[in-house]
């Protein structure tokens, strides 16, 4: 069948057209300050005709008689549309960010004015996501997005990061948006098997994206059907503009720090750690010589006092460079771009490089047909560090490592031996190797053919192909590899993704007067994504530290080599009927079919219904000045989420349950012929006012988002021999608002404030869940009338004053405690993991030539759980390992008000285990980014050939406020806000310049 | 107003023909390292396939492969947590695990992975042969291990109250079962039938990592014991001294015995080990690892008071080294555990029955009735081992079977299961925490909790969680 279309494609490039009577029009395009824009983009609109503006910001255009309007864009500028009238002259203003409605947006499968649109869709532009120290693309949209949570877990440059849009509506399944890069569904997140974090998104230069959309309805996401349930995010990529040839050279370099300290956590030292271990050991009853034996265990009086958070923490640099040239005819079109990103973590061991490439080329061989080829490449090496409990975590040791224990020897040579059975991380950064390389290459090529003038036939096909090959070696002397005399991995994993689109698009007007138009679109997708993984592993080293790969082992232990495919095959279509502009329906059906799905329910249809409003446009609003745009929206409908294992709905029998080394079977499925996606039901309601001429402009929501038949680990009796099956059952819910302002206090000839706001509150509860049981999900619980991750522990009482028993409450009102734990009161709820409220606040302002940018993100309602907070604050648990200052103020004498309780070698009473101890409050204000610029003067500029400079100086993360003053670790921690000893998140201060020529 | 050319129609055309295009098989993808369980239990080889999965879920860490053989020495009064540790094992040492315990919960989930394999190997609708009967023999007794470690863990002694809660019975697969806690004689009464089922299937000696028609009578013999049913577990013993074709460890062979982690072919001593291979092994996390001082852990040492028992010829004194722990130098010189020394290849094995436990069985199982039978097999272990002999009488004549029978199964996990059959107090040493020195019979941390886990998931076992927990 491919062959067919091949073929159909290249009759199609055989036919050509000619248009007559031409007719001329010129102007000139401005900013906001009244500044001449060149390069500026002009297309005759629903068509590919188009040039662009001088170096003084004029154009000129022959247009078609029949043309209507004319688009206009720029790079880091807003898209306006002009309606063409009788004059030949318009004088047109780009301004730099406002809600103008005539502004084009990207949508599924296509663009759409923002008139047209009747769901709840976001775009943040190149000018916020350009030259920040951030290593991917999802990390900048921190707080760009109303309702879109963007949160790190680690400062690992090239970690993974977790984004809900609109809460989180799935317990087992995924919980993250689908990402849509130029029109191509990409497999995204942490492909890596030996990383502790990593990111496919990382391969992709940010300076290479000029626009996300994130989709956030049903109207605007059901298109995508089985995966929009999580909210769509749309990644259009620059491409190049008619005109003069226009190079830009972006840089920037900065120094980073940790975001976050506490001085309640700091690390004690020799001293301080062996005065409470001494008393540990007094109150846990020893006799003065097992004390002594025990001390100089520990390594007491060896005049060793060595800072391990000292040792591991540092000041990482970070530097990125960015080329980038464009232009073309109104034929071609082209856009290259090459970059380098170098970022090192606030730990040692953790850091990333990236190079990338980027070219797009757009040809119109006739005014019927038009051509596209793209394609991203990127090539990242990240290191990382091991995190949470491995002894190898360079983290964990600054926490658990004594001060008597240094990384040296006296002699200067690495300390191997004496570090009480945890490992020297600072040697083990040095010797051991832990790798990533990563290569992504993404593109399309697509052709769009005008069959009619109104209805045009679109074939696409696009594809990212990810290698990683990662590394990882541990020496045969010291740490994770001596117990295995030296042992070496090399993994390698290959995903190819492609996805071969064909729409048809009609745009017809129904009324003579062409008053009632209708965009209709019909669409065939079929999509596969393989993997392919292969391990390797051996051991017995010989005794050097030079030979780091498995060859060099001489027992091969791990020999593996697999594939793990999934595919989609979906027909969609999709119509908008718009009145006068005034009143607009739209709707959308799509039917997916995926391997994913069981043998009874491959099978699913999606749709969606959305009306608008515009308001503004009726009669009776001219009269009323101050309102300049006004529009009501709604819209419902059916998507689904797709996103578990491949092969999830079998039941299987799983090999490698080995005996001496013959091979073993066993269950490793339960399965379930009828296992299908799982539903969500978005309803949204919102409205669009401007006033003052678009000088304040305000965007409001209400959502409810219903998901059923959830894809539910529903946990099974463990009699069974399996822990949890997946299965369609239970039903969520998240209801919300989100409100967005964009204001312009000042605007003046010399002088713009510019103030952006955005705002989101999600209310998240299960609603039903089978058998109305509970389940119980580590330190949370999933509990019907609850929201999903409220955590469920028991309630810490405090210390009891007359001999420092930790204390637990033992009844819901809190009135009776015991220092028994297990008969405490069953757990209880202690609040949620997620945000109640979050969002940002910008303030930009622009004085001549300079402009400061500052950008506050909020949070506010969240808890985080201490995970490890037991071992270094258990007041006497893990007695071998280093404690906090805070251990300091625990229980001493008869009397003592505390919440630490009596120091016992070796703990007191399970005070280390799970409890509302161990809960903080997350609540935190951030200084995201604050940012002050010049722009050199355009005269001055003009004498050095320049276009534009721009230098600047930037912070990053560099103000925290925390409600807590027991908030041991940044309150960024996830999505399941819980600590896990990870690369801390860092702050980062940055200059930068800015050229175009 | 609309004019088609035949072009633009053929267009429509092949776009239309593209949305019925769809093929069926494009949307059925096989899983590239599993198949389903009819494919997967299909043929006699298939069950060797799937009962070697049953054996290496044994290794489970917190099964035979560690935990269990801990707890056995921990929880009584062989081994104990030395203060320099790595935190594992610190709330058995001190008696102050939870409903919320991971070790417990490890060993009712691996024990019960292990009873599914096995359930499916024993179920499997293959053609009966001599083949497909020794390994539907095996698993067998692999499920009646299973059964049996369960119930002596989670639930009180057979020999305080055979109409007690057990532990619930799962014999075909079911993943919607949730089934109640059987009686602990219901229980017992699974295990013996298996074990009967088992000695009479099979036929074949593998090697030492699988039961044989010996082991299994073997391990009828330690169940009896445990059940008090003295007679039939001297028959059972006696059975595997002289019809199993098992030869003796004796002093000359005993050092060179211990310091092999390999499987033995030979039919020297052992009954049944649960392999680690050097591939298939638990690296950190194996048994020797938290024994050995050559490595980095090493926590758990040998009781002071235990090792004053040991008289100076004593050949099974060279298996306890009186050192200081490298890892925390200068400490002083302890003794320490060597019975498992092998931390990487191929690593120890952890020995589940031995010959000589059949001897000391079968002492024990002939008292009080012949005290010169018990004389007999307990002295054949003590020669062979340069220790005393032993010539009491009356009550101190099972003292001194009992006190060798902890001497020579020391660290192999079955001192907590001799205290428990008993219903004796557990009584320690200073080596232990103060709090932790004496637990008596009744103190209801002398069995494990049913884990929180299954009480969640399982509402018919809600309400039967042992008391105190």
Partial sequence: MRK??????????????????????????????????????????????????????????????????????????????????????????????TGDMTEVVVVAYSTSKKTDLTGAVSTVKAVDIENKPFSS?????????????????????????????????????????????????????????????????????????????????????????????????????????????????????????????????????????????????VNLGATQTQINNTLSGLGFGNGVDYNWYEAVTRTGTQQQYNLSAQGGNERTTFYLSGGHFIQEGTTINSELKRYSGNIRLTHKPNDKLNLNFNLNGGAVNQRAPLAGGAFGNPVLSSYFLLPSRSAYNPDGSYNFTSLGGLHNTVALSEIDKRFLRETSLRGSISGDYKILNNLTFRTAYGADYNILEEDQYN???????????GRAFAYYTRYYNWVWTNTLNYIQDLTKNGDLNLNAQLGYESQKSSAYLTSVQSQ??????????????????????????YSFSSMFGSAILNYKNRYVASGSIRRDGSSRFGANNKYGAFWSAGVSWNVDK?????????????????????????????????????????????????????????????????????????????????????????????????????????????????????????????????????????????????????RTLPGGNDIPDGNFIIREGVAYRTFYLRTYAGVDPANGDPLWYTDPSHTATTSTYPPA????????????????????????????????????????????????????????????????????????????????????????????????????????????????????????????????????????????????????????????????????????????? | MIHFSKYKLLTVLVFVGLLSSCKKEFLELNPPTSLTPDQALGTEADLLVALRGAYAGLRGVDFYGRTIPILGDIMADNSYQHSLNTNRYTLYNNYTFNTTDGNALGIWNTGYTVILRANNVINAPVPTSAKVDQYKGEAYAVRALAYFTLIRYFARPYTDNPAGLGVPISLTYNADA????????????????????????????????????YAARALQAKVYLTMGDKTNAKTAALDVINNGGFTSLTAANHATYWASGL???????????????????????????????????????????????????????????????????????????????VITGDYSDTKVLRLSEMYLIAAEASLPASEPDALTYINYITTRRSAPAIASTGTQLLEDVLAERRRELAFEGDRYMDLMRLKRDVVRSTNYPAAARNIPYSNFRRILPIPQTELDANENIRTQQNPGF
Avoid: C
């Fill in chain 1, 618 to 766: 009726e009669n009776f609003m001219q009269a009323i000045e101050f309102i300049s745009q006004l529009k009501l929206r709604a819209s419902y409908g059916v998507n689904g989420n797709a996103g578990i294992g491949n092969y999830e709905w079998l039941p299987l029998y799983g090999y490698g349950n080995n005996y001496n080394q013959l091979p073993g079977s066993a269950p490793s499925n339960v399965g379930d012929s009828n296992l299908t996606w799982e539903l969500n039901k978005p309803l949204n309601i919102g409205i669009d006012v401007s006033f003052l001429k678009n000088r304040i402009n305000i965007t409001a929501d209400w959502y409810q988002r219903q998901s059923e038949d959830l894809l539910l680990n529903v946990p099974l009796s463990r009699t069974t021999g399996f822990a949890s099956a997946t299965r369609n059952i239970g039903f969520m819910e998240n209801k919300g608002v989100e409100l967005t302002i964009n204001a312009i206090p000042v605007k003046g000839q010399n002088f713009n404030w510019i103030v952006d706001f955005n705002f989101a509150h999600n209310k998240n509860r299960i």
């Fill in chain 2, 263 to 341: 499987i033995r072919t030979d039919k020297l001593e052992t009954l049944f080990e649960v392999s680690s291979d050097a591939v298939a092994n638990l690296a950190f996390d194996a048994l020797s690892y938290i024994y050995s001082q050559a490595g980095n852990y090493g926590d758990l040492v040998v009781s002071d008071d235990f090792y004053a028992t040991f008289d100076a010829a004593d050949i099974r004194k060279a298996l306890y080294p009186v050192v200081p722990r490298p890892a925390n130098p200068p400490g002083a010189a302890i003794p320490t555990v060597n019975k498992y020394p």
């Fill in chain 1, 540 to 565: 017995d080293f010989p005794p050097t530290l030079i030979l780091t790969y498995p060859s060099a082992g001489a027992r091969p232990t791990t020999a593996q080599a697999t594939i793990s495919e």
């Fill in chain 1, 4 to 97: 067919v279309v091949l073929l159909l494609m290249a009759i199609l490039l055989s036919i050509s057209h000619i248009w007559a009577q031409q007719r001329t029009i010129t102007g000139k395009v401005t900013d906001d300050k009244g500044a001449p824009i060149p390069g500026a983009s002009v297309i005759v609109k629903g068509s590919n005709t188009g040039t662009s503006t001088a170096a003084d910001g004029t154009f000129s255009i022959s247009v078609p008689p029949k043309a209507k309007a004319l688009i206009f864009s720029a790079i880091g500028l807003g898209e306006k549309e002009i309606t063409i009238t009788d004059n030949s002259t318009y004088a047109v203003t780009l301004s730099t960010k």
């Fill in chain 1, 475 to 485: 020496n045969p002397l010291h740490g994770d590899g001596a117990a295995s005399n």
């Fill in chain 2, 178 to 213: 949730k089934p109640p806690r059987s009686t602990v004689a219901e229980v017992y009464a699974l295990i013996l039938d298996d074990l009967t089922k088992a000695y009479a299937l099979m036929t074949t000696f593998t090697n030492s990592s699988q039961f044989s028609k």
């Fill in chain 1, 825 to 997: 009161a069953t757990r209880e709820l202690a609040g949620n993991a997620l945000p109640k409220y979050f969002g940002s606040l910008t303030n930009t302002l622009n004085f001549k030539q300079f402009s400061l940018e500052a950008q506050l993100y909020y949070n506010f309602g969240n808890y985080v759980y201490d995970t490890w907070g037991g071992y270094y604050l258990g007041a006497g648990f893990g007695a071998t390992f280093n404690k906090v200052s805070r251990i300091m103020d625990r229980w001493q004498k008869a009397g003592d008000v505390t919440d630490i309780p009596k120091y016992i070698y070796n703990g007191n009473k399970s005070f280390q285990s799970g409890s509302t101890f161990w809960l903080n409050k997350g609540d935190f204000i951030r200084l995201r980014n604050i940012q002050l610029g010049y722009t050199l003067p355009k005269d001055f500029l003009s004498k050095i050939k320049l276009t534009n400079a721009f230098f600047y100086v930037r912070g990053t993360n560099l103000w925290t406020w925390v409600k807590d003053e027991n908030l041991p670790f940044d309150p960024e921690q996830g999505t399941t806000s819980a600590s896990n000893l990870n690369v801390f998140i860092p702050k980062t201060v940055s200059v930068g310049l800015n050229l175009a020529f």
């Fill in chain 1, 137 to 281: 693309i999802d990390k900048t949209l921190q707080g760009q997005v109303a309702g879109v949570q963007s949160v790190a877990g680690s400062g690992q440059p090239g970690a993974n990061q977790a984004i809900l849009i609109r809460g989180v509506s799935s317990i087992t399944a995924a919980t993250g948006p689908l990402w849509v890069l130029d029109g191509v569904p990409i497999n995204t997140g942490d492909a890596s098997r030996l990383q502790t974090t990593a990111n496919l998104l990382s391969t992709l230069n940010p300076n290479d994206v000029e626009s996300i959309t994130v989709l956030k309805d049903a109207a605007s996401q059901s298109i995508y059907g089985s995966r929009a349930a999580n909210g769509v995010i749309l990644v259009t990529t620059k491409k190049g503009r008619a005109g003069k040839t226009v190079f830009r050279f972006d840089t920037e370099l900065g120094m980073s720090d940790l975001a976050y300290e506490n001085s309640r956590y700091r690390p004690l030292n020799a001293s301080e750690y062996f005065a409470i271990t001494t008393e540990g050991l």
